[in-house]
């Protein structure tokens, strides 16, 4: 079979990939081989292109390869900061990707670096960057965007449940940094071991999505935030990685105030 040519390629290459996403689905196999056969020609054509290292990008956050979707990522910034490309559609589509990774950190430093206008933001781009500069306690930044773009966003809920999470950071405030970085860290563990079993062992899609909400247990008040898997996924197969989940970050080292005040789990999705 003849080797496509590079514009249909990277056509081809993000119609597979948009296609899992919509789906919610993993990559199947016979995907997988032409995503790379695909990415094999464009980077002949031009292994510095920035749309390889986007589109690559996009393929590792689906498969939870970190390492890699790093090092594509990194290639793409560096387009930005040479001049080679602006701010738009490469440099979204990568920060989309660290995002459904749940790289926080990454996402942040990118964000802090380059300072994107948001004039130019696309809303998607607007509800990530507020959601990680509220983990990463960057207030003034979440207070900015949620004043940009709150209205436009069109999620009632998810805007108050910020807002929840807002004020229940202020109110424990000494603690603050440390819930701040124990969620980083639950979501890197679950990024980089979690969501990467359940789509090598499993033939899931990376965990990407979640939600969080403020509970009030007589007077008790803590932070949940519920991972969520496919409708059609298997129920004992969500249980299992919840339980793996759940013992790597036992193993983080955080008091049981912080641990007690931010809780995690699985769930699957209703119709």
């Keep these: 079979m003849a080797n496509a040519l590079p514009k249909r390629a990277s056509s081809e290459a993000i119609r597979i990939i948009n296609r899992a996403i919509t789906d919610r689905r993993a990559l199947a196999e016979i995907e997988k081989e032409k995503l790379m056969r695909l990415m094999s020609s464009m980077m002949r054509e031009n292994p510095d292109s920035v749309e390889l290292n986007t589109i690559s990008a996009c393929y590792y956050a689906l498969v939870s390869d970190i390492h890699n979707l790093l090092i594509s990522t990194e290639k793409v910034m560096a387009d930005l900061d040479c001049g080679k490309i602006g701010y738009g559609y490469f440099t979204e589509n990568a920060l989309t990707a660290l995002g459904n990774a749940l790289m926080i950190k990454e996402v942040y430093k990118y964000m802090k670096k380059y300072k994107f206008p948001l004039n ?74 979690i969501s990467r079993k359940a789509v090598i062992n499993y033939s899931l899609p990376p965990i990407s999505e979640y939600d969080f909400e403020l509970h009030n247990d007589d007077g008790y008040e803590f932070i949940n935030f519920s991972f969520t898997f496919p409708i059609e996924s298997d129920l004992d197969i969500v249980l299992a990685l919840e339980d793996e989940m759940l013992l790597a970050i036992s193993k983080l080292n955080y008091s049981s105030e912080v641990k007690t005040k931010i809780s995690f789990d699985f769930s699957i999705g209703e119709e």
């Design 120 to 193: 130019d933001m696309g809303i998607h781009i607007a509800e990530l960057f507020m959601s990680t500069s509220m983990f990463m306690l960057d207030f003034k930044v979440f207070n900015e965007l949620k004043e940009s773009f709150g209205a436009k966003l069109n999620k009632a809920d998810k805007i108050n449940k910020m807002d929840d999470f807002y004020h229940f950071l202020l109110k424990n405030d000494k603690n603050s940094i440390n819930f701040s970085s124990y969620i980083c860290d639950v979501f890197d563990v679950i990024s980089r071991e």
